[in-house]
């Protein structure tokens, strides 16, 4: 009877440590989720804004010899620099070098960039392949246009460059998923433009060939506490 007691209160120690551990991982993971921004996977270009005292929690310069101009400071997000310098790295091993053209842009950066697109290309032409300032991914920090060494700051071609079909056979292995691909809602075809969304969420996307515009954002955000995963 005594052994038979004591196993009894044994199973119900291990029950209540089972609860307990699982309580533990609950409150870990709300924590980490709490300390997200959750900016880094809305959906934006015409569809959430993004007010113009938005900065990332925290910027780091990308170093130039990963830079198109030399002259320039760009910057990313800091929890996603070692993603894209793994890219990055990885690209140049393979042959296929990457340059980064544009990274984080403030609003007031997209807001300039527009208006002088406007004054060149006019509003309706515009509007086609630049989002008006609050509306840009740029702005959140996670967001790059790539170029090669031999293509510049000419993107016309990028296209047809390996290093680009290099970005869609791998970018989702580094977390990094196309913005714009062919027939999307919201602005020309832009092969250049990749935005981190983090390696779990790029790969269902890649493996499932979906655009990330396509899916409901309610499963997107079941995807932001393993961002940096």
């Keep these: 009877s005594l052994h038979d007691r004591l196993r009894t209160e044994s199973d119900r120690n291990k029950a209540y440590g089972t609860q307990v551990e699982s309580l533990v991982s609950t409150v870990a993971t709300l924590d ?52 894209l310098i793994a890219l990055l790295t ?59 060494p031999r293509n510049g700051e000419n993107l016309d071609t990028f296209e047809k460059s390996s ?11 580094y977390g990094f998923i196309l913005s714009y691909p062919k027939g999307n809602a919201y602005f020309t075809y832009e092969p250049w433009h990749w935005r981190f969304v983090g390696v779990e969420l790029a790969t269902k996307l890649h493996t499932e060939n979906k655009n990330f515009y396509e899916l409901d954002q309610r499963t997107i955000n079941e995807y932001l506490v393993k961002i940096f995963d």
């Design 32 to 83: 980490k989720l709490s300390k997200t921004d959750r900016e880094l996977l809305q959906k934006y270009s015409n569809v959430y804004f993004l007010s113009e005292n938005y900065v990332p929690s925290s910027l780091t310069n990308i170093e130039t010899e990963f830079a198109v101009r030399k002259d320039t400071t760009l910057s990313i997000h800091t929890q996603i620099k070692p993603h």
């Design 90 to 148: 990885a690209a140049r091993s393979a042959n296929a070098e990457l340059l980064v053209l544009s990274a984080y842009r403030s609003f007031g950066q997209q807001a300039n960039l527009k208006t002088n697109y406007k004054t060149i290309y006019g509003s309706g032409s515009a509007n086609t392949f630049s989002a008006d300032q609050g509306y840009s991914e740029h702005q959140l920090g996670s967001t790059l246009d790539f170029t090669t």
């Design 163 to 173: 290093s680009f079909s290099w970005l869609q056979n791998n970018a989702h292995t």
